[in-house]
């Protein structure tokens, strides 16, 4: 029996919730979409077969869960479930980032616990959506927002995920510059992706390209243009494609042609 959704107060009860959406059709197209084979990036990862708005709403009825509930979703071995707990820090981070809680203390205090504990459950966040749905809304946000923790300090958090010896980890020291990119700053962009620019991975590529697209697109194209100069000829195919995505066609036949 489906509970509901409107007493989804521990962890236990949440899953047991999601258990009851699962679709068995959609989990088998969801585990070719994410890449689940034997030595593929996602391998082994399981999937209930719950859309990403059905997650959603799910969340909506269990915001208010303590971190050590949260947790226990982060931990399961449902790729939705850890969905719906990094979804909750999303929601938990903006509800202390309002006009009027921007500058307050206890605020402050609570959006850095949320971004540490976050950070310490990197590793749960372990396909790329996870990554992308979350980092930038948490992390990135973070970056440009009061803090207990300095800048210099900030950076070295950034830092120590870009050296990472873990796939998901690098991917969010990428991602997450989306959130300094909408505030119009470029600068954490262009650090990791010319530290990425070499990265084995193509995951890595696309995450080079899709930021520096964005900082095209939000900062100034100038700017992008001004990496491409630099590093067009040396950027894997992939990087370079999305990057240049919203250039247009002739300039972009121009900086392939590189």
Known sequence: MAHNEKELGTAEQVIAHMESLADEQQARHLMRFFKTGKG????????????????????????????????????????EVRLCGLLVLVAQFEAQKTKRLINDEKAIAQRDAIVEFYLSHARCANNWDLVDLSVYKIVGEWIMLPSNYSDNKKLAVLDSLASSDNLWEQRMSMVCTLGPLKHGDPQFTLRYAERHLYHPHDLMHKAVGWMLREMGKRVSLDVLRDFLHTHAQEMPRTALRYAIEHLSEDERKQWMEK
Not at 52 to 57: F, I, K, Q, S, W
Not at 58 to 75: D, G, I
């Open 40 to 79: 593929d990036y996602g391998d082994g990862d399981r999937f209930l077969g719950i859309k990403v708005p059905e997650t959603r709403r799910v969340v909506a009825h269990c915001k208010q869960l303590p971190l050590n509930e949260v947790e226990m979703l982060l931990v399961s071995p449902w790729h």
